[in-house]
């Protein structure tokens, strides 16, 4: 590397202030000294405040011929970009003014507080039911709070990762990234295809220095250092009279890594939002799903997301098993959830098997599918006053407790007529327990959550169902505003509780309703296809591995300058210079100076007076 002037150089702060904290020539050592001097922090800042002191006021030859070598030395140590202002200058033109918003906007400063503006505008959307996960809930808190409702639909609080200030700071954090990295990036991409700089006329001034005379040739002990240095993996070459050594490029990469690791994350996490899907599907015992969109109870996707997008898999629930702590404090905590299915990838294709458990999706085409719930689906037979099956078929019943008392309505809408033949529609209030504590109990609730003494309750009605009004409707609600209950003998509400194979026989010839000797089980599923996954880990592991390299590894340099002196014998000079300050690197320093000398060993002394040997140790400086 050619020798350049300071004002040629960009220098990080860091070694600007190293450079001037060796402004001040230390004593000269004697030829035969051999110690390393490593300089204390207060000594350093007071180096550098007096030496910048005496650069500036009195710029001497001396200090002119030897700041370019230093400043090339000390240079490009770190790509982060030099701070600038426009305050105090003259007057900025348009054009001057966007440049000066274009470095700040562009500078890691702003790209931290962009980052943390963005942490700060994700609690909303954690702590406020969001229209893109859940309306019945937004809607249920804007009826809850009718004060704040409207302030919050004001600031977009209920769409958060859609709304306009979330977007332009995500824009602006995304902008300043890129714009921070990519002239760093290409920067550092130079430093590595360039050679560690040639070392400095004086390396006394840096803040780890070692000397000693030895017999050896200068050839020979500059030969030795480059063996050396290369065994402890630096950059090394041959420059002039010395040997430049470079290492811990790591540390800028690492640096570097992170911050485009960031990058990749929120290009990930935008590409999930726009292009997500997301469905729940509740399948019973025998019965399938296929992926497409009218097969879903409920179904949620980005903007950019295309129904045609949607992988052409397909699964059977075959069975689903749990167990549950039988004794103990723990009596009915559940051990395993297991759902065994047969899924194919495509139309027509070959079926495969698996088991999809808690937290052990089944992965096929990009997409998961996740087990989340289960329940019971009692069987039940509805048959109509002339004896003719109307409905027959397990009906899913939603829990409502630990233990899986069920709640839920058996609806039959279609192929019903009652004695006289007249159409009619039938609907059941339905409240299943899997394990009945019996009459003495007290209460009609399971004590436990597996199936060991099924009982279901049926209360009868009959009229309009409401299912032809248009409006959606819950399947597990019965709506009874337009039905009317069977009776009993004594004028109340027909309702009983049957065993498995037990008939519920109507009034005035109206049918019957048998619970079958069979009670299946239903998983329900989530089907997510979420396509920035991948990318979301890749960034996070690359920026964590970033992170430690950038704060665990130190760039550092080292010189090794082997000249002969003027009574033939040669003056081995070493010194290191690094970001900044570190107690290891005199420590290295004095560990490779160890291993240099064990090959090219102390000379013994000469006959002459110790002014004799500090000329000569100047002489071999020069």
């Not at 004086?202 to 250092?225: G, I, S």
């Not at 292009?275 to 296929?290: C, N, P, Y």
């Not at 320093?589 to 000329?615: C, F, I, K, R």
Request: aromatic letters at 8%; charged letters at 20%; proline letters at 5%.
């Amino acid at each position: 590397m050619s020798k350049a002037s300071t004002s040629e150089t960009s220098m990080s702060g860091e070694t600007a202030a190293q450079e001037t904290a060796a402004a001040e020539p230390a004593a000269e050592p004697t030829a035969q000294e051999t110690t390393v001097r490593e300089s204390a922090a207060h000594e350093t800042a007071a180096a550098a405040r007096d030496g910048a002191a005496r650069d500036d006021a009195a710029p001497d030859d001396a200090a002119s011929d030897d700041a370019p070598d230093l400043g090339a030395a000390g240079s490009q140590l770190s790509t982060a970009p030099r701070e600038e202002t426009a305050l105090g200058g003259p007057t900025l033109s348009l054009v001057g003014w966007l440049r000066w918003f274009w470095r700040q906007l562009t500078s890691m400063r702003v790209a931290l507080i962009l980052l943390f503006l963005l942490s700060l505008g994700s609690i909303p959307g954690s702590l406020i039911p969001q229209t893109s996960v859940d309306e019945l809930k937004v809607q249920d808190f804007k009826d809850r709070h009718e004060t704040l409702a409207p302030i919050y639909d004001k600031l977009q609080l209920f769409h958060v990762y859609s709304s306009v200030w979330f977007s332009a700071i995500y824009i602006l954090l995304f902008i300043s990234l890129i714009g921070c990295i990519v002239p760093r990036t290409w920067q550092f991409a130079g430093q590595l295809r360039s050679r560690p700089p040639a070392a400095p006329r004086r390396l006394t001034r840096l803040p780890a220095y070692t000397t000693w005379r030895t017999q050896a040739t200068p050839e020979a002990a500059r030969e030795a250092a480059l063996a050396i240095l290369k065994r402890h993996r630096f950059r090394t070459h041959i420059s002039g009279d010395a040997v430049a050594a470079e290492k811990g490029y790591l540390r800028e990469a690492g640096n570097l890594i992170f911050h485009i690791a960031l990058i990749v994350l929120l290009v990930a996490f935008a590409t999930g939002q726009l292009f997500k899907s997301e469905g729940g599907k509740l399948v019973v015992e025998g019965d399938g799903f296929s992926n497409t969109l009218t097969q879903y109870d409920d179904f949620k996707s980005g903007s950019l997301f295309n129904t045609d997008d949607l992988a052409p898999f397909s699964f059977t629930l075959d069975s689903f098993t749990a167990t549950y702590e039988r004794s103990g404090p723990q009596l009915g905590t559940p051990r395993t959830f297991e759902a065994k299915v047969r899924y194919t990838t495509s139309a027509g294709g070959a079926e495969r098997t698996s088991v999809i458990e808690v937290n052990k999706p089944l992965e096929v085409q990009g997409s998961k599918v996740y087990l989340i719930s289960h329940g019971y689906a009692p069987v039940v037979t509805v048959r109509d006053g002339r004896g003719q099956v109307v409905f027959k078929g397990a009906v899913p019943l939603l829990p409502i407790d630990n233990n899986v008392s069920s709640t839920g309505a058996i609806k039959v809408m279609d192929g019903y007529r009652d004695k006289n033949g007249k159409k009619d529609q039938l609907g059941f209030a339905a409240f299943f327990v899997p394990t009945y504590g019996g009459k003495d109990s007290g209460q009609m609730f399971s004590q436990f959550p597996a199936l060991d003494f099924p009982v279901l309750n049926i209360g009868a009605y009959h009229g309009s169902l409401g299912v032809d009004s248009g409006l959606p409707q819950n399947v597990y609600q019965l709506d009874t505003r337009k039905m009317k209950p069977f009776k009993d003998a004594k004028g109340a509400l027909l309702k009983t509780t049957l065993l498995p194979g037990e008939k519920l026989t109507l009034p005035d010839g109206a049918g019957s309703i048998t619970f079958e000797k069979d009670v299946k089980e239903w998983a329900s599923f989530q089907i997510s296809h979420q396509p920035g996954d991948a990318w979301a880990l890749t960034g996070a592991v690359a920026a964590i591995a970033g992170l430690a390299g950038s704060l665990f590894i130190q760039r550092r340099r080292i010189w090794v300058r082997a000249v002969r002196g003027a009574d033939g014998v040669t003056v081995v000079e070493m010194a290191g210079l690094g970001r900044s300050e570190s107690a290891k690197l005199p420590e290295e320093l004095a560990e490779l100076a160890g291993t240099l000398h064990s090959e090219a060993p102390t000379a013994p002394d000469p006959a002459g007076s110790s002014a004799e040997q500090s000329v000569e140790a100047e002489g071999a400086e020069k």
